[in-house]
């Protein structure tokens, strides 16, 4: 909100310089996030006298002018407008000056005349609305002073927070400037002279939503004649970043600023019947409002209507067709209290924000509409000469007594570690309006309210009670006062104390096996990516696994019907997936659309899905595969196939402590290609790992050969720990390696002579490794040979070369027993 304190001033004395204002306001929780100097961008624009006023001599829509500005010769100066003459004091820019925007002023010659400087309208320097004149200043406006020293101001932009709906206003902030400096708050003098005849001869209001619009107020004013309002005021809704339009509607402008009390202004020709009526929008209805687009209202729309339609949308925008032009005469005025919430999901529903809307979300002081309807109808009477007539419309009159909010001032010392007495608290609330008392007996004191209200009884004589004012709706529970009292007093002034409880017990981390993952991804050359959990149908549809992997530990098992969003943004995320594949294949697909080649991304995320009215979620991990990895040193590039994902699977696990993985065909999944498909498992890893279905990569256009997926449950993913790191002492004795390369049947799976070696091996075999694996001549077409790397290790001994061909050819009778496998040699 900005505040010039110039008009500030006018409800409360301040003897602060802008920038301590700006810090007390701050400390009080008012931040003040910007000091701007309105008018410092007018330069060299100084006050003038105008000499003589004479026809141009060669151009009949000109005048020629003579200038002073007090010292030095007398300036001519070409000027066209017709609100001039001789002894008028007017704004001169002189040649040099730099005008709002930027605008620079020069000597210049106008129709063979030489104009040392202009002549300025109130437009041109922001000061009001009027461009079609020059603004003429008072009479004892001083010669050569300069403009900004005499309109300037000083404008504070305030943050103020959503709770404090009561200071979006300047007798807001005047009492947060007398809490903060102790000088008395000054309401302004609300003088009604009511003249016409009575207004229940002139307005009807019904209002059918009472819980919407719990209380509505309207006056009338008639014989108005609507045009420019004085300077001054426009100066103040300038500086107040408001634009001026008429003074009937500077009227409520200005009321809104000053008592933050939004009201709206019918022009009453246009209201049938001289009947409001406050109800829901009708199916089909349509509005055009202020801003001239025309809106579909739908049930839920709180509107203020007449017999024949619909008005404006209450609480966020009048209607064009009752908008207030210079052809009005009569008007009626609207000051209402409505639901907040109400006009909240109204901006939200029409994307239409307005000043009144947002002080509308957070809640009004009932008095306010009274007081509001009053003052707008004063300030119409004044400045656009209408005759008041008699009376209120009132829809409910009766106005709230200040709330009581029972308090024990020794809690709020243990709340806030301070040592104030009840005297002091008491001095501190009275200084933001907030009387105290001593409570009575049976009066419990509220420590809570959500999600259940708690009530506490406090011991007899231990307990005030504050009487909050009516425009405190912040207030509620005893924390809020001690809170109040902290604010006052000055949150710097709170003491660092060292809590006397003992402190909590180390909590470790949810995210310590997530970040571990990453960061073992991170370093095998993949890049995380972080896709919507927000999908389309197609996209659920399309990637759904028909044996969802398993989850391991408590988390919730996957399966069940996708969950939709009941009001989305669009079809392409109205459902929220239900695993990960599918979101990855959607970041191959725009990765190669975009030429990339090399594509190795994963994804630490969640899948949905509910049972009846139950929803769940569950952690994977996802990963994909696409294009070809890169070539280096000791390598050349390659494409990427099955063995790799299988190999960065095979890290995650060793990195996590998991132990060896094993597979085994994978053989009816539809979105996996058959024969490339294999389920994973491992202690603490379950998961599926394959190459995508060559008509799903076609169908989601990815433009790669091959895509490799997987999607993994791993132990702990969800808010779990890495297992420790157990350091063994090195070995004495050195381990023996050995290579063997096995020739099996091609339909062989790799993981059968794996589970053989390690069963033969004994148990000095300590690691098997596979480093090779070999299709071509000499072999026959249906064979293939896979090499693996063996250690044998001994604790007591080092190896001799009969103990390792022995256990060699133990291997070598097991893999000719079991799978068929001869050694190659």
Partial sequence: ??????????????????????????LLGMEVQSIDRWGGDWQDVVVGELLSVSPHPRADRLSLTTVTIGDGEPLEIVCGATNIAVGQRV?????????????????????????????????????????????????????????????????????????????????????????????????????????????????????????????????????????????????????????????????????????GKPTHTFDAAAVHDHRLIVRRARAGERLETLDHVERDLDADTLVIADPAGDLAIAGVMGGAASEVSDKTRDVIIESAIFDPVSIRRTGQRYALRSEASLRFEKGQETRLARIGADR????????????????????????????????????????????????????????VGIATEEAVAGEMVPVALDPQAALVEPVPGEALVAILPTWRRDLAIEADIAEEVTRVRGYE??????????????????????????????????????????????????????????????????????????????????????GLIGSLVEVVASNRRHGRDEIAVFEVGKGYAKEGDRPREWWRLGIALAGSRPASWDRPAFPFDLDDAKGVIELVARRMG????????????????????????????????GELHPALTEAWDVRAERVIVAELALRGLSAGRPAPV???????????????????????????????????????LRDIRLFDLYRGAPLASGEKSVAFRLAFQAEDRTFTETEIDEV???????LGREVGGRLRT
């Fill in 726 to 764: 157990r350091s063994v002492p090195p070995p004495r004795y050195p381990a023996v390696e050995r290579d063997l390369a096995v020739i099996v049947a091609e339909d062989r799976p790799i993981g059968d002579v794996a589970r053989v070696l390690r069963a033969s091996g004994g148990d000095l």
């Fill in 493 to 578: 002034l709170v003491p660092g104390v060292t809590p006397h409880e003992e402190m909590p017990h180390f909590r470790p981390t949810p995210l310590d096996v997530r970040d571990a993952v990453r960061q073992t991804l991170s370093g095998a050359g993949f890049t995380e990516v972080v896709s919507y959990a927000l999908v389309s149908p197609r996209h659920v549809d399309a990637f759904r696994l028909r044996n969802p992997v398993p989850s391991l530990d408590d988390e919730p098992s996957p399966g069940g019907e996708p969950i939709t969003v009941t009001n989305p943004l669009s079809s392409q995320h109205s459902v929220l997936r239900t």
């Fill in 91 to 259: 704004p001169v820019a002189l040649p040099g000056a730099v005008l709002p925007g930027g605008r620079r002023i020069g000597r210049a010659e106008k129709m063979g005349v030489v104009s040392n400087g202009m002549l300025c309208s109130g437009e041109e320097l922001r000061l009001t609305s009027d461009a079609d004149g020059i603004l003429i200043l008072a009479g004892d406006a001083p010669l050569g002073r300069s403009i900004s020293e005499l309109y300037g101001d000083v404008v504070l932009d305030v943050d103020v927070k959503p709770n404090r709906g009561d200071a979006l206003s300047l007798i807001g902030l005047a009492r947060e400037v007398s809490a903060a400096t102790g000088a008395p708050v000054r309401w302004p003098s609300i003088d009604v002279h009511e003249e016409g005849p009575e207004v229940g001869t002139l307005l009807d209001v019904e209002v059918v939503e009472k819980e919407l619009c719990p209380r509505f107020v309207g006056r009338v004013v008639n014989g108005l004649s609507v045009g420019p309002s004085p300077d001054g005021i426009q100066m103040r809704l300038q500086a107040a970043g408001v634009r001026p339009v008429s003074n009937v509607v500077d009227a409520s402008n200005y009321a809104m600023v000053e008592l």
């Fill in 1 to 26: 909100m900005k505040v010039p304190l110039s008009w500030l001033r006018d409800y409360v004395d301040i003897d602060l310089t802008p920038e301590q204002l700006a810090e007390r306001l701050t």
């Fill in 376 to 431: 707008v109808a004063a300030l119409i009477g004044e400045w656009a000469d209408g005759t008041i007539a008699r009376g209120r419309v009132d829809t409910n009159p009766s106005e709230p007594e200040p709330a009581r909010l029972p308090f024990r001032p020794a809690r709020v010392n243990r709340l806030t570690g301070t040592d104030l007495s009840h005297e002091e608290q008491r001095s501190l609330l009275d200084r």
């Fill in 808 to 814: 060699v050819k133990s291997v070598a009778d097991a």
């Fill in 658 to 689: 998991l132990g060896e993985a094993s597979y085994s065909p994978e053989l009816d999944e539809p979105i996996f290609h058959p024969g490339r498909t294999a389920r994973i498992s491992a202690p603490g890893l379950l998961g599926i790992v």
